[in-house]
């Protein structure tokens, strides 16, 4: 999870551990606890909170000014193995035993086909651009950390992290998920370009400008 050698990685698994320990945390309480000043654990927080890691709430306190306090995001959570992973990763073993690898992949197939059809009565009416940005909302309330742009007549989907990696590292079929569920929305083949689980920094998913300007007018 963590590079132990390298000195900051090992002062921000500290800290994560610590707030995953106690829930929730104000600078002070982790500088005392991860034992360096407040001023580092800002610096890590920040860092932290930009990677979607961590977020905060202000907390009324005594009479003085509210202290803010830091927790775990989702994501945060999914930096640590916990026994719902290791629940899920078992009933996928055991599925895999009792049924062939044509169900399996339907059923995660059948998965985004549901969720995408909750959304798509919002999709009426819309551009191009508000799809897009309604795709990224959806997908972001999943746990996933995405953004999109348009570059060269394309417009380009990058999902910086995914809730899935953990379990796609032994079921790499949970990667057709995010995938299906932005192609149906879209209603055209979203390409899928780079993967974190082959080792790349993120995924990214390419869809020509000209076909979604096709369904747009249609």
């Known amino acids: 999870m963590f590079d132990q050698q390298d ?4 002062t921000r698994e500290r800290v994560l551990t610590t707030i995953l320990t106690r829930r929730q945390c104000t600078i002070n309480e982790l500088a005392d606890e991860v034992n360096i000043n407040p001023i580092s654990v800002r610096h890590h927080i920040s860092r932290l909170e930009a990677e979607g890691l961590v977020t905060s709430i202000e907390e009324k306190h005594g009479v003085g000014r509210p ?3 830091y927790f775990l995001t989702d994501n945060g959570q999914e930096l640590f193995p916990t026994r719902y992973l290791r629940l899920t990763l078992r009933l996928l073993e055991q599925l895999k035993e009792i049924g062939p690898q044509h169900l399996i992949n339907q059923l ?3 998965m985004a086909q549901d969720l995408a059809a909750d959304y798509a009565p919002e999709l009426a009416g819309l551009s191009v651009e508000q799809k897009l940005n309604l795709i990224q909302r959806l997908l ?7 953004d999109w742009q348009h570059n060269d ?11 899935y990696f ?20 879209l209603k055209i083949p979203a390409e899928k370009v780079n993967c974190m689980l082959n080792g790349d920094a993120h995924c990214t998913f390419v869809i020509p400008d000209g076909i979604l300007r096709e369904k747009e007018l249609a």
């Open 7 to 10: 000195t900051s990685k090992s």
């Open 67 to 69: 202290r803010r306090i």
């Open 108 to 110: 995660f197939f059948q």
């Open 140 to 146: 972001t309330s999943e746990g996933f950390t995405v």
């Open 153 to 163: 007549n394309q417009y380009i989907i990058r999902e910086t992290n995914c809730p």
């Open 166 to 185: 953990h379990i796609g590292q032994n079921h790499p079929e949970v990667c057709t998920v995010d995938q299906t569920l932005i192609s149906t929305l």
